[in-house]
């Protein structure tokens, strides 16, 4: 089981992990847990809210296992603590899971292989991915994604082709034209 490998004696060895930022999103994070829940998903770990680590509104990391991609955890942006674990038969199977949906924000690929990286790289749709990481960011590299997760990019470069307007000029220098309509 996958949840082994990042459980310690006592919970999660080293979280990282924040307050949800408003009331809404908290109370969706919530809903989409029951959500989970009632599709049949299964919570290996998490799930509860922990008022006793302040003031914040604190959701555990939470983890499902029994998950498929019709369901709405797989398919719908939580923006919270919450994993779907889908299993997958190979790498093709991997990619068309990933693909279908109406977002693509962002992606990870765990491998040893570099051509296995780059090969899957080129096949997700989404706007970044992570090759033995996740999260790194940078205001120099573009972020955003593909599908519903929008085609604006923050940061970097392409960022602020967002302000910009094209224009497109052709100057001739010979001022002797016999004809502009026709096409040289």
Do not use: H
Request: proline share 6%; glycine share 10%; net charge neutral.
């Amino acid at each position: 089981m996958i949840a082994v490998d990042i459980i310690g004696v006592g919970g999660l060895v080293n979280p990282q992990i924040g307050p949800i930022s408003t009331q809404p999103q908290f109370d969706k994070v919530l809903r989409y847990i029951e959500i989970a829940k009632a599709e049949g998903a299964r919570c290996v770990l998490g799930g509860k809210t922990r008022p006793d680590l302040g003031q914040g509104q604190f959701i555990e990391p939470t983890i499902f296992i029994g998950v498929n991609n019709r369901m709405r955890i797989a398919q719908e942006e939580v923006f919270g603590p919450v994993l779907g674990v889908i299993p997958f038969k190979d790498e093709e199977d991997a990619i068309r899971i990933a693909n279908d949906g109406p977002y693509g924000l962002a992606g990870a690929v765990w491998t040893q292989s570099l051509k296995r990286a780059l090969f899957v790289i080129e096949q997700l749709k989404v706007g970044t991915v992570w090759v033995n990481n996740y999260r790194a960011t940078s205001f120099t590299a573009p972020f955003g994604g593909y599908k519903r997760s929008g085609i604006v990019r923050e940061s970097g470069l392409e960022a602020v082709r967002d302000y910009l307007e094209t224009k497109c000029v052709w100057i001739s220098s010979d001022m002797d034209v016999p004809n502009p309509f026709i096409r040289r």
